[in-house]
Structures are given as C-alpha cells and as structure tokens.
C-alpha cells in the first residue's frame, strides 16, 4: 500500500490519536475512533450491497455524514461523487448519468439509485479493499453543455499528500479551516492533509462561513485555506482587522488569482502565518504549483506569482499555455474520451494535460498566470464555462443568436447574456435556475436587436458590455 | 427607521433583480434566502447590506451579521437592522 494514500493516513491518526477531535461540524465534536468505526459502517454496508470499486454518490452537504460518508465510500474501495446540496436536481442526474452511478450513501432517495444508510450504527471492523482505484469523480463547468466530470485517482491524491506533508509542517495539534464545498477538489486537501496529521477539521455552518474570520478568529483556526474572493468578502465584512487572526500560522489560498493588495490585508490580519499562494487545475489534482510570499515584498501591486511547480510534477510553457505532466495528472473526462483525448495527450510515452492557463516564467523560474487560452473564468472560485449558460439556453431560443460575457464589478466578476431579438427574460431566466447552479447564473439577460461586429468580423463584446452600463 | 419603511427600501433593491430571475413580486419576502435563491451572491449580498445602511444612516454589526440561523433572507436582513 502507498504510505500516502489517504484512507492508510487516515487510519493512522485514528490508531494513534483515537480520543483526538478528527472533525467539528455543526456544534459536534467527532473523534477519530467515532468517525473511523462509522467510516466502516459505511464501507461495510456498500461492500455488502454490491456497489464496492464503484462510484458512489451522496449530496455533498457539509455536515457529520459527509464527511463519514467520503470515508466509507473510499473504505470500500469505492469513488465519491459528491452531488452539490443546492442542485439543481436536473444537474444531479447529468452527473449521475455521466459518472454511471448506481447508488447513493445518505437519506435521499433519488430514482433508480440504491439507498445505502450513511448512520453510525453497524459493523466496525475496517474493510480491506484495494486502494489503487479511483478517489472521486467531481464535476466542473463544461463550454459544450453540460457539466464535465473528472476522475481522480487515490494514487494521484497520495501523490498530491506526500509534497504537501514534505514540504509543511503540519501538526497533530493543527486545526484546519474546512471553507471549501466538498464538491470542489481543494476540499480535499482540507480532509486529508488535516487527517494524515491528526488535526482538527473545523466546518462552519454556511452562515458562519459568511463571517469565515470571525469563525476562524472563534474556533482558533490554525491552518486558513481558501479562495481569496472570501478575504475580499471579509473585508467588506469589516472583520479582516490587524491582528485579528493570531492563531492562523498557515494561510493557503487557491482557485483564484490573488492580488497583492489581498494578500496584505490578509497578512495584516494574520501576522503570524506564512502565506501561500497554490494554484493548479481539477486535472492535476489540487494544485500543483506554489509560492510562498516573503512578508518583505508584500509592498507590491498586481496578482501574486503562483510559483513553481511541485517536485514531482514537470511543467512546460507552449506558446503561452502552460502544459504538466506528473503523477497528479487525473485519469480523464467520465464519459468522455474525445474530451480526455484533447486535454491530455501522450508524447514519446509521456502522459501531459493542456491546462488551457496562460504563463510566464520569470528568470528565477517562477511562474506568473497571465489569463486563459479560452473564456473560462472564476465565480468565487468556481470554474465557469460561460459557453454552459448559452448552451442552456438554446434549446429554448432555436437558434437565436446568445452569448454570455463576464463583467468585472467591484471586485467581482459577473456573467451578462446577451440575447438577439426579443425574448421573454424571466422564462429564459427561469430555465437557467432549473439546469444551473446559482454561481451560474447571469446577472442579467440583455436583448440587443443583432449582435455587434468589429472592423474584422468578429464579435464585438466591448460594444455588448457597454450595453450593460447604460441598461 | 421602522420595519416596514425597512422593508419597503430591501425590497425596491431586489425586485428588479427577482423579476429577471423569474421571482414573483410576492416571493420576495419573508424566509426567501437573498443568497441561496440566487438572487445575490456573497459579495452582492454585502454590498446590499452597506447600501441600506447608507440610507439608514447607521451601520450594523457586519462581524455578527451572519451568526443568526436565516441570516440571508428578507427577514434576517430587517433584523439585523432592527437589533444594531
């Protein structure tokens, strides 16, 4: 077995920490022993049902029997695929139907799924299923409809777990920020890395969330990970005040691009932690890049570098896009080789994944991201494929011309469609809830009577944006 | 300010927002999640609060404003404005 796979980690602190709080979610306190025995409750009853080795399903919320449920599922030698809490339900059986799933841990009864109780009561003795298959199946915004799943491997986490153990110094007695949905890969590194050494998983309520530094600042949060949109949010808040988070020793931030100015404010509020800026796609596990800023060079404008690339990853700049390859590299697309064959492309026996993100190295080889390759952009750290709204929206405009632009307010990006001809908005509006989830959703959907062209022939999407400032 | 002035200035901000989703006019309102509907995202919801209190005439605890169970709906906006 791998030393780094993450249910052997898990199972290690359980042994040598059994009494030690492996998680805090909801005013509960849960022990290593406690989610462990329950973790193979689960395990057993998937193992008995007949769903081991396959990809099993629960509704990702973030309360006690997810986070057992994510265990179970792995115990069992089986992938989680984690269906977001919020929906839409018409995404969940996209997803279910792209994944192949069969069953689902946890009270909801969805159609043609097999039930498996997600309780804590039943048999505790730890399964011993194989531990070479795949982690989990989670599902990002696709630009041809639809969303796109992609399939991790344990390996590829266990690969992702050893840089992270060598290179920090995380303790048993760390308390670890779970600000991440679970539907997002950078949860991930909140679970594993906090059970490989023992810490605490600490899960504030959704509310609590909102006021992520004042539940940080209350739970003695020692290790901060989030995207950098929730310390601009808690700016806003008032509550990122100087010296506000004392205890914070580690602050990683991912999924977006942060700004110098964030990051001072953040360091500010927490003068004592090192800052790490992570950046890397689904694809390639968590991340796979890093840069830690020095507190000397905080003076500085502009997007943080995202540094250089893991040990054990090999990165290569073709044109502008930056190219890995490297034991994190993910298996590919469910369902979808076409897409797997296009991203990830085999060279002399060498597997490299196209990240679509555009690069510089500077001279002491550290890597700046300067945009994407595509349209793809980020909403509070979701991957959003606006080509997904229009795509929604077609069958409902038969060939109307649609497109859906980002607009940066405030500090935050925003989507606007813009529809040709007239178009009944709160319908069209209406269909887009039903399919997509709410980060999703444009701001507005604009009529315009034909869609601006440049001098070249092109789509002129300065025209269109302006169209939004003078309504 | 009372509660139905209140209530009167949080729903002119959102009902042409709610009606571009498809809300009805009488939806907004009550335990409707500003948030979670879609209505607003984390950020806008923020930026609606520092709005409305720029019309009050006061700001509101914001380090608070999110510790009471419903925080983010219709109702839980009023009374973070009735109890600062």
Redesign the interface.
């Known amino acids: 077995m791998n030393v780094t796979d993450p249910i052997h980690l898990f199972r290690q602190s359980a042994k040598r920490w059994p009494l030690r709080a492996a998680l805090q979610v909801e005013g509960r306190t849960i022990t290593y022993q406690e989610l462990d025995a329950w973790s193979n409750a689960i395990a057993h009853r998937v193992i008995g049902q007949g769903h081991a080795g396959e990809r099993i399903a629960f509704v990702a919320r973030k309360e006690a029997p997810s986070y057992a449920a994510i265990l179970g599922i792995m115990k069992a030698g089986s992938a989680y695929v984690p269906l977001p809490p919020d929906g839409p339900t018409t995404r969940w059986t996209t997803m279910l139907q792209r994944a192949g799933v069969r069953a689902l841990v946890g009270r909801e009864q969805v159609d043609d799924l097999d039930g498996i109780d997600g309780g804590e009561q039943g048999t505790h003795a730890p399964p011993d299923m194989p531990t070479n298959g795949e982690a989990y199946v989670l599902f990002t915004s696709g630009s041809t409809g639809g969303p796109k799943g992609v399939s991790v491997g344990r390996a590829n986490v266990a690969a992702y777990l050893e840089h992270q153990l060598a290179v920090n110094e995380f303790h048993s007695t760390d308390r670890f920020s779970q600000f991440f949905a679970l539907t997002f890969d950078l949860s991930v590194h909140d679970l594993f890395v906090c059970w490989a050494v023992g810490g605490c998983l600490c899960v504030p309520t959704p509310s609590e969330l909102m006021g992520a530094a004042s539940y940080a600042r209350e739970a003695g949060i020692t290790v901060w990970f989030s995207v950098p949109s929730l310390v601009v949010l808690q700016q806003r808040l008032r509550t990122l005040n100087e010296g506000a988070l004392p205890d914070v020793r580690i602050a990683l931030f991912c999924g977006e691009s942060l700004t110098w100015s964030v990051l001072r404010a953040f360091a500010a509020a927490a003068p004592n932690g090192r800052l790490i800026n992570l950046y890397g796609p689904t694809e390639a596990t968590i991340a796979i890049a890093a840069y830690e800023a020095d507190r000397g060079s905080l003076g500085q404008e502009g997007v943080v570098p995202i540094g250089r690339t893991f040990r054990s990853t090999d990165g290569r700049i073709a044109g502008e896009e930056l190219e890995l390859c490297g034991p994190q590299l993910a298996r590919g697309y469910v369902g979808d080789q076409e897409a797997t064959d296009r991203a990830f492309r085999v060279e002399q026996g060498v597997r490299w994944y196209r990240t679509g993100d555009r690069v510089r190295m500077d001279d002491q080889d550290v890597l700046h991201f300067l945009g994407r390759t595509d349209d793809q952009l980020k909403i509070m750290g979701h991957r959003v494929e606006p080509a997904e709204v229009d795509a929604a929206l077609a069958p409902l405009l038969g060939g109307t011309p649609v497109i859906t632009l980002p607009r940066e307010e405030g500090g935050a990006v925003r989507l606007y469609t813009f529809v040709q001809g007239v178009v009944d908005q709160p319908a069209l509006m209406n269909e887009l809830r039903r399919v997509l989830p709410s980060y999703m959703l444009p701001e507005r959907i604009l009529q315009v009577d034909r869609m601006p062209m440049t001098a070249h022939g092109k789509l002129d999407r300065r025209a269109l944006l302006e169209q939004v400032e003078h309504g | 300010m009372d509660r139905t002035e209140l209530a009167q200035q949080l729903r002119e901000r959102l009902i042409h927002?709610a009606?571009?989703?498809?809300l009805r006019a009488e939806e907004v309102g009550g335990s409707l999640d500003l948030?979670?509907?879609?209505l607003l995202?984390?950020?806008?919801?923020?930026?609606l609060i520092?709005e409305l209190e720029q019309v009050v005439g006061r700001e509101v605890d914001?380090?608070?404003?999110?510790?009471?169970?419903g925080?983010?709906t219709f109702d839980g906006v009023l009374e973070l404005f009735l109890r600062s």
């Open positions: 927002r009606e571009r989703l498809g948030v979670r509907s879609g995202d984390s950020l806008g919801f923020v930026d520092t914001l380090a608070t404003a999110f510790d009471a169970p925080a983010t």
